[in-house]
């Protein structure tokens, strides 16, 4: 009996330990975190709802992020510190779902927390997730979009114009992509818009070349990781946060980078 005891604690912790990697170092908070979510919604029922983190659990990162003395930059002002202070985070929205001036907006002004929301400008819903969800979104209209800009917290970078695979179009589509979406962010907030995000992380030498050319001074990526001063600006790694992951999830991928194997 207490042979088959101990193997079950065994079997257990090793389980546990193969799902959660608390055992891995923590990583030095003299590195930067960046954050990538989505959108900030109740979920729906269905696999799509990992990209959904519910509003609950996003104050609660806030709130922990905010009592652990973590201080909040836009994407753009951790860009350009040639020092990185120590516990700095940015956290990002692809997209720019209508969620995040409903919710997220909210909490973050709660919090004193900047952010930085990378739009498909123009657009009124996420159709091109309309293979992956029974659930489209309304995106943030012009109203809401420029309200988050007078706040002084909101940066607001650009997802291209159809969020489409960049890997996928030729140069002339590429280069119409890039420059009709910044110059529809500016127009909407009056502000140079100078931040990046590669539509579901796609990107190459070329396509990194045509965002640097067509006037963006960063862009972020998909690839997990932290940020220094001393990273290519176009190749901002991210910590993505899933809605169906747990607190403890969350604190290790901020801690550790990884939460499982």
Request: glycine share 4%.
């Amino acid at each position: 009996m207490i042979y088959l005891l101990y193997f079950i604690l065994v079997a257990g912790f090793t389980g546990f330990s193969l799902r959660y990697n608390w055992w891995r170092m923590p990583q030095s908070y003299a590195k930067a975190r960046v954050l990538m979510y989505h959108s900030i919604s109740e979920h729906f029922g269905e696999r799509h709802d990992k990209w959904r983190v519910k509003p609950s659990d996003f104050e609660e990162q806030i709130s922990w992020l905010h009592k652990n003395g973590f201080q909040s930059f836009t994407i753009s002002e951790l860009a350009n510190l040639k020092a990185i202070p120590n516990k700095s985070v940015a956290i990002t929205f692809d997209d720019g779902y209508g969620d995040n001036y409903d919710v997220a907006f909210k909490i973050l002004k709660k919090y004193n927390f900047k952010a930085t929301i990378y739009l498909v400008p123009n657009q009124s819903s996420n159709h091109w997730e309309k293979q992956n969800t029974n659930h489209l979104a309304n995106m943030l209209n012009t109203e809401q979009i420029q309200k988050m800009q007078s706040s002084n917290l909101i940066e607001f970078g650009s997802h291209t114009s159809s969020h489409v695979n960049l890997a996928t179009i030729n140069a002339n589509e590429l280069q119409n992509e890039l420059q009709t979406s910044k110059k529809d962010v500016e127009n909407i907030t009056q502000t140079p818009c100078t931040a990046f995000a590669y539509p579901y992380g796609k990107y190459n030498e070329n396509i990194k070349n045509a965002v640097i050319n067509a006037g963006y001074k960063n862009a972020v990526i998909v690839k997990r990781g932290l940020y220094t001063p001393n990273d290519d600006k176009f190749e901002i790694k991210r910590i993505g946060v899933l809605g169906t992951e747990s607190f403890f999830d969350f604190y290790l991928k901020f801690t550790r980078i990884r939460n499982k194997l």
